[in-house]
């Protein structure tokens, strides 16, 4: 007769050899590749110490390291489906932390964003991501839901709205923009992919009214005048391919080129013609083209291209708007500064400019470990948290900074392996939810040490200081873990 204890023992063993050991190992060589990197930003050479010194950052982190692989085993061991059974109960308790966190946490560094457990400060947003990330699998794993029609969009984005809505009352915008990063996995589980089409249009729109809006052209900004004229581009692209009307396609960009035309030989006669009239002549041309395409094409694609035409020229002349009265000062000067607009390298374009200068002078091996001059000399604020990564580009130049994205680049894409192999919706969607994370960390981050996206405070992945960013990716990653390791009960993969 089988003992109880030997059906556990045997439960245990297949767990184990089920579990994405691969997985895990990127996650290991992450984290310790990560608490190295601490101690090189934070040790000078007149004042070594040891890297597992308690009152060091990378003491601290190895402590935070130790309590992580403890969590990430434990959570291998609670059984899976209390993950799914329990998803909406813990994202519940997490938007209730996260308001109260909003009105009761202390005020550090102008954010209500950490709670204090005597000297032990945590960050629940970190960890409410997680919570989002079982909400969202969860509900797309109920029988029978399927994004079908704009009102079943309703649910799963306020999913991932409720807790934005939260952060942003802490004062802590750059970690709520993470959420949006969840968009992909409503595009992978039925979004049309016309959302992020438009998505990107408007990012690049306000980009490019941004930048060029103190250069005129044809009497109006050259921002304006580059967006209104990708808005007629885009217009003539979506007749002749989302809408398959090569006829109307072809008569719009016609109509486009005829007014141009219009428009230079009368300057050259010496009449000048303002851009604005140039294009409100234009615009109500294509739109009559629209309506005509309406009696020939399908009434659907056309009614969306002309909406789509009508709100990407409101959002354009209301891109400076939003930008000068929604945003605080320093999200304009950091937006600025990201673009190019400004240069205040002695103040908020400071941190960026050092961590260019250093990773630059990283070369293609680096100074070698502990010789960075930038870091050494502590040029670059914040080069153990959000600009850990110049730390890497000084010391190890290239070849360093090549190793981490390929890491990253391969855990990325092994968390995306492991979403398409699940037999279970719920699987799979919670898996596209911690790559879309990661991604979006990973960009967001690298972007902003190099000054290519404006400084919003996204620390790296297992790599920048703190207990709350690693025990959040920790418990993202191995419940991703768990819930992978039942693909044997329905076959290897």
């Known amino acids: 007769m089988v003992s109880t204890r030997d059906n556990n023992q045997d439960a245990s063993n297949r767990l184990l050899a089920s579990v994405d050991w691969f997985t895990v190992l990127l996650y290991v060589i992450l984290v310790i590749y990560g608490a190295i990197s601490i101690y090189a930003a934070t040790t000078t050479s007149s004042s070594q110490v040891s890297m597992f010194d308690f009152d060091t950052y990378s003491g601290k982190q190895f402590v935070w390291i130790g309590l992580s692989f403890v969590i990430g085993f434990s959570l291998l061991l609670i059984d899976r489906r209390l993950y799914e059974a329990y998803a909406y109960p ?56 399927q994004l079908r029609g704009w009102r079943t969009y309703i649910v799963p984005v306020g999913i991932i709205l409720f807790p934005v809505l939260c952060i942003i009352l802490e004062n802590e915008t750059g970690s709520a923009l993470v959420y949006f990063s969840l968009i992909f996995v409503l595009y992978r589980e039925g979004m049309s992919g016309f959302v992020l089409f438009a998505l990107l249009c408007a990012v690049t729109y306000f980009v490019l009214v941004l930048k060029f809006a103190g250069t005129l052209i044809m009497g109006i900004p050259m921002g304006t005048f580059i967006v209104l004229t990708c808005v007629m581009v885009v217009i003539v692209i979506m007749l002749l391919i989302y809408c398959r009307s090569l006829i109307l396609g072809r008569n719009v960009a016609l109509g486009y080129i005829a007014c141009a035309l219009l428009t230079w030989i009368l300057s050259l006669m010496g009449i000048h013609i303002n851009g604005y009239v140039f294009f409100f002549t234009v615009i109500p041309l294509s739109l009559i083209y629209l309506l005509i395409g309406m009696f020939h094409d399908d009434l659907n694609k056309v009614l969306t291209t002309v909406i789509f035409a009508v709100v990407s020229i409101i959002f354009m002349f209301s891109a400076n708007f939003a930008f000068n009265h929604a945003l605080k000062p320093h999200q ?162």
């Open 332 to 493: 304009q000067n950091r937006i600025n500064i990201a673009l190019g607009i400004e240069e205040d390298l002695k103040g908020k374009g400071y941190n960026v400019n050092q961590s260019k200068i250093a990773i630059g002078s990283g070369g293609l091996t680096g100074k070698g470990f502990l010789e960075g001059t930038q870091t050494k000399l502590n040029y670059v604020p914040e080069q153990h948290t959000d600009f850990i990564f110049c730390t890497i580009g000084e010391e190890q130049g290239f070849v360093g900074t090549s190793a981490v994205l390929i890491l990253f680049l391969t855990l990325i894409l092994r968390v995306i392996a492991i979403a398409e192999r699940q037999h279970t919706t719920f699987g799979r969607v919670y898996a596209y939810c911690v790559a879309s994370i990661l991604i979006f960390h990973l960009t967001i981050n690298i972007g902003m040490v190099i000054g290519i996206v404006p400084v919003i405070g996204i620390p790296l992945p297992f790599f920048s200081y703190g207990g709350s960013s690693l025990w959040g990716f920790t418990i993202l990653l191995f419940i991703l873990l768990r819930i992978d390791a039942v693909r044997t009960e329905y076959g290897t993969w």
């Open 90 to 145: 813990i994202y519940a308790i997490m938007i209730i932390i996260l308001i109260a966190t909003a009105f009761f946490s202390p005020n550090i560094k102008g954010s209500h964003s950490w709670l204090k457990f005597g000297a032990v400060s945590l960050q629940p947003a970190e960890f409410a991501k997680t919570a989002t990330a079982l909400a969202l699998a969860k509900l797309f794993s109920t029988y029978g839901f």
